[in-house]
């Protein structure tokens, strides 16, 4: 924000002494241009004008007066009425002076106040929030500690299910790659191992290896996008006793499928980045 030029004015200035003399000279007008003067001064880094021959040329021009009228009042200002002094360099008003040296000590005492108020606000804040965490701190760490190894042997627990139930369906997803090796002699689908997994962990180990003879019989070869919309189909029509005739709504789903085979499978290839990681290979779908 820029700062706002100000300094304290006695109300009854009119009637100080030296004021009085000079206004029995100068009347109103001198009164004026006394104060005119006093504000260019505080307008000044260190409240001083230079006192050369160019002073009242450059007053006169602001005050819009006459220059020598001007240069006579001056003059008289700091050797007859002593409301400015001058060392023959510098002009200026020690009155201003002090009122400026007295509003300097007041905002910097202001300025400590305020910074004393803030640290003591700050760290007495800073004394309530550690003596609650302390207090918090004792109360739950019993609590906290038998959590934690709660959670621990919890976690155990579910990673060796975990690993286990793995185990089991990697185990099985080879056993689908023999046997699609025996249907198709001399290829190869353990490329798509993490894809069987998924299969075999969502619709089961029999399902998944009936959609895989059903595929190579149909298509003559393992199309991982293929197989899963079968498995889908399935499971949609509650496969039964019944599954044996099949209807023309499969016939025409399964067709589907040679049109939009890749987009298919995207949801499998998506699931099995995220459990088992790692790169799946794409099988070409040309039906």
Known sequence: MKETYYFSHDFNARNDPKILAMRSKYG??????????????REQSEYKLEHNKYLCITLAMQLQC???ALHNYVEDCINEYHLFESD???????????RMEEKATK??????????????????????????????????????????????KESKVKENKREREDNSHTQEALELCKYYS????????????????????????????????????????FIKPWVETVLKNWVQERKG??????????????DEVAATGETEGA??????????????????CDI
């Not at 109103?28 to 001064?41: A, D, K, P, V």
């Not at 023959?88 to 002090?98: D, P």
């Not at 309530?128 to 934690?148: F, L």
């Open 182 to 221: 025996e249907l198709k002699p001399g290829q190869d689908i353990t490329s798509d191992l993490a894809s069987l997994e998924i299969f075999i962990e969502i619709y089961g180990f029999d399902w998944t290896k009936e959609a895989i003879q059903k595929c190579v019989s149909g298509k003559g070869k």
């Open 241 to 254: 006793e019944n599954n044996g005739a099949k209807s023309n709504k499969q016939n025409n789903r399964e």
């Open 88 to 98: 023959g360099v510098y002009i200026w008003s020690n009155s201003l002076m002090r």
């Open 28 to 41: 109103s007008e001198g009164y004026g241009w006394y104060w005119m003067i006093i504000e260019i001064l």
């Open 107 to 152: 905002s910097e005492n202001g300025r400590k106040a305020a910074k004393a108020r803030w640290n003591k606000a700050s760290k007495d804040k800073k004394d309530v929030k550690k003596c609650n965490e302390n207090a918090s701190a004792m109360h739950t760490q019993c609590d906290s500690n038998a959590i934690k190894e709660s959670k621990v």
């Open 66 to 68: 006459d220059c020598n």
């Open 267 to 284: 949801e499998l290839t998506k699931r099995a980045l995220e459990k088992y990681g790692g790169t799946l290979g794409v099988v070409e």
